[in-house]
């Protein structure tokens, strides 16, 4: 079976600092993975995601993530935070082998806070 | 476009009566999803359609049902609400299961 852990519950930064938010997976082969976002009274927006290839993949407003094999994570960052920025981030796996059966598994969420 | 439409945005409910709420996409997507959310937690899986075959998840199986009369179209059917479903829901669909899932912008249903 699948999961995902994100082991921080809440984050501050300061608005232009730089971010870093953890996801840890645990899969019997390598999943699909995601970051979405919800801001406060919305849905959930997709930020990124990786499904194979070069590692480090790009996303919306100046996001990225590393996805790394060998630590079993899929951590978020990015170089810059904007107040904006403050929001719910989670981080969902999925099996590449798709079928009926397949669907997203959900971290608890890291609440984002920036600080101006 | 990757726009899910969802209605109503928000919804009153007395305890024992029903709610439906409409989920449309216009992306073509063969897969949609309908989620609970409640405030600090995951988003919880309560059912999908997979083209015309739905999969309800064991623990909600008997509490939600959906109907899926064409492929943009999808609804989520509470039989009799209880305070315990207040929560937001949320529509989603894929371009296939496991892929990546475009949300709506919610349903917020408050039950007293």
């Known amino acids: 079976a699948q999961s995902v852990t994100q082991p921080d519950a809440r984050v501050t930064v300061s608005e232009g600092a730089s971010l870093q938010l953890r996801c840890k997976y645990s899969?019997?082969?390598?999943?699909?993975l995601f970051w979405y976002v919800q801001y406060p009274r919305q849905g959930l927006q997709l930020l990124l995601k990786y499904y194979s290839g070069d590692p480090v993949v790009q996303g919306v407003n100046g996001f990225e993530a590393e996805f790394s094999k060998s630590n079993s994570s899929f951590h978020l960052r990015k170089a810059s935070v904007h107040w904006s920025d403050s929001a719910v981030y989670f981080c969902a796996v999925s099996s590449p082998y798709g079928g009926s059966g397949n669907k997203l598994i959900f971290g608890t969420g890291t609440l984002l806070s920036v600080k101006p | 476009d990757t726009t899910v439409k969802q209605n109503p945005r928000y919804k009153l409910a007395r305890v024992g009566k029903p709610v439906n709420l409409i989920c449309s996409q216009t992306?073509?997507?063969?897969?949609m999803y309908w989620y609970q959310k409640k405030p600090n937690q995951a988003p919880k899986l309560l059912l999908f359609y997979y083209d015309k075959i739905l999969n309800r998840e064991a623990d909600t199986f008997e509490k939600f049902q959906s109907s899926r009369p064409n492929n943009s179209f999808c609804s989520l059917y509470i039989g009799s609400a209880g305070l315990e479903y207040s929560a937001m829901y949320l529509c989603a669909s894929s371009p296939g299961t496991g892929y990546e899932q475009y949300f709506g912008p919610g349903t917020r249903l408050t039950v007293l």
């Open positions: 992306m073509n997507h063969d897969t």
């Open positions: 899969s019997s082969v390598t999943p699909y």
